[in-house]
């Protein structure tokens, strides 16, 4: 079976520092991963996705998150964190050698204060 | 870019009617959509696979009968709920893979349903 976890409910930083979002994931096979983000009452924005290649993916909004198979992890960065990135985050992945359904991670609250 | 939208954005109904809710691929063709249920502050759950031409694919422990859906046509999906009691209020969101295949998903912008 296919998993995501995101081991912290909420993520607070100040403005200008930097974020990080944490992920890991179970597969059978090789991860299709993936970032959401989710405004108040919206629905998911599409931020970025690692499928093959490079280890360090980059975004929209100036994300970047590094595949790393060892750890299995796929955590979100971004360098310098704007107030307008306070969202609701989800990680989610994909196990190539089974469908195509995406199991989320619970979401990870970002709070970046002025 | 991929655009998904849903229709209504909210709804509120009473206890014992039915609601329905449309998902549509805007610029793109969508033969498979996806149904998704997201209660407040927690994750999404897929509650069902929508194939155009053909039946529902339901995750388990979702009612089929009580999640109708209709893949009428290439570009539009829709969700009804039967009979809708309080605890079926949700934010129901779809999404569709984009045109590169299941790569990546494409989200509506989620229908709010408050059940009195």
């Known amino acids: 079976a296919q998993s995501v976890a995101q081991p912290e409910d909420q993520v607070n930083v100040a403005e200008g520092n930097p974020l990080t979002v944490k992920c890991t994931y179970s597969?059978?096979?090789?991860?299709?991963l993936f970032w959401y983000v989710q405004y108040p009452n919206r629905g998911l924005q599409f931020l970025l996705k690692?499928?093959?290649?490079?280890?360090l993916v980059k975004g929209s909004y100036g994300f970047e998150a590094e595949f790393n198979k060892s750890q299995t992890s796929f955590h979100l960065k971004k360098p310098s964190a704007l107030v307008s990135d306070s969202a609701l985050y989800f990680c989610?992945?994909?196990?190539?050698?089974?469908?195509?359904?995406?199991?989320f991670g619970a979401g990870t609250t970002v709070t970046v204060r002025a | 870019g991929a655009v998904v939208s849903q229709h209504p954005s909210w709804v509120i109904c009473k206890s014992g009617t039915s609601v329905k809710i449309e998902c549509r691929s805007l610029?793109?063709?969508?033969?498979?959509m996806f149904w998704y249920r997201q209660f407040p502050k927690q994750s999404l759950m897929l509650m069902a696979t929508?194939?155009?031409?053909?039946?529902?694919?339901?995750e388990q422990g979702v009612e089929k009968d009580k999640f109708l859906i209709n893949h009428a046509s290439l570009t539009l999906s829709t969700l009804t709920v039967t009979s809708a009691h309080p605890e079926d209020s949700s934010f129901y969101i779809c999404?569709?893979?984009?045109?590169?295949?299941?790569?990546?998903?494409?989200f509506g912008p989620g229908t709010r349903l408050l059940v009195l």
């Open positions: 929508s194939n155009e031409g053909s039946k529902a694919t339901y």
């Open positions: 999404s569709a893979p984009g045109q590169k295949g299941f790569e990546t998903q494409y």
């Open positions: 610029d793109f063709q969508a033969t498979t």
């Open positions: 690692y499928i093959t290649g490079d280890n």
């Open positions: 989610a992945v994909r196990d190539t050698l089974r469908d195509y359904k995406l199991s």
């Open positions: 597969v059978s096979g090789n991860p299709y």
